[in-house]
């Protein structure tokens, strides 16, 4: 819901600043999202999806500039795997202040404090559209750099040189 917020804020406050959100998945919290969004006047900017294989998603994420990873509920732990798929295909992360999630390097994306607030969500969002023509001109090369530092084999010789 803070993401919701900070969209609201965002459009309230910089309405030059144009963007799409997709919404994937069918969680318990979808009904509630989609009241939200229908409340906060949103339903010309946030979408919703359908559940989609892991190959779909991997297609999905090459077409986005921004992946939002926020932690905001306490009944479970926030997935890595999300976050690593999105930084190895060059996304640009906006993610919650979580151990190991924000050892990202600044120019990887934007890391948003715990508890999340909305006006910070919505400046993060906003620095991300002012940089979106130098987030989509370096993709490649953040994928890359975060790839040759967190495959399998660069993070298992991390640890063997450890030993």
């Not at 406050?13 to 998945?25: A, K």
């Not at 939002?68 to 906006?94: D, N, Q, R």
């Not at 990202?104 to 006006?119: F, K, Q, R, T």
Request: net charge negative; aromatic share 8%.
């Amino acid at each position: 819901m803070e993401l919701l917020s900070g969209i609201v804020i965002l459009r309230r406050e910089h309405v030059d600043v144009r963007f799409r959100l997709s919404i994937i998945g069918s969680g318990d919290l979808k009904a509630d999202l989609v009241s939200r969004v229908s409340e906060f006047g949103l339903g010309d900017v946030v979408f919703f999806r359908d559940s989609m294989s892991h190959a779909e998603a991997v297609k999905f994420l090459h077409d986005v500039d921004i992946v939002p990873l926020l932690k905001t509920i306490t009944s479970y732990g926030l997935s890595p795997m999300k976050f690593y798929e999105a930084l190895s295909l060059g996304c640009f992360v906006l993610c919650t202040d979580v151990p190991h999630i924000n050892e990202i390097p600044s120019d990887d994306g934007v890391v948003v404090g715990l508890p999340l607030d909305p006006a910070e969500i919505a400046s993060a969002i906003k620095l991300a559209y002012e940089k979106k023509d130098e987030i989509r001109a370096n993709r490649l090369q953040r994928a890359v750099r975060f790839q040759a530092s967190n495959s399998w084999t660069a993070r298992v010789k991390c640890i063997l040189d450890k030993v």
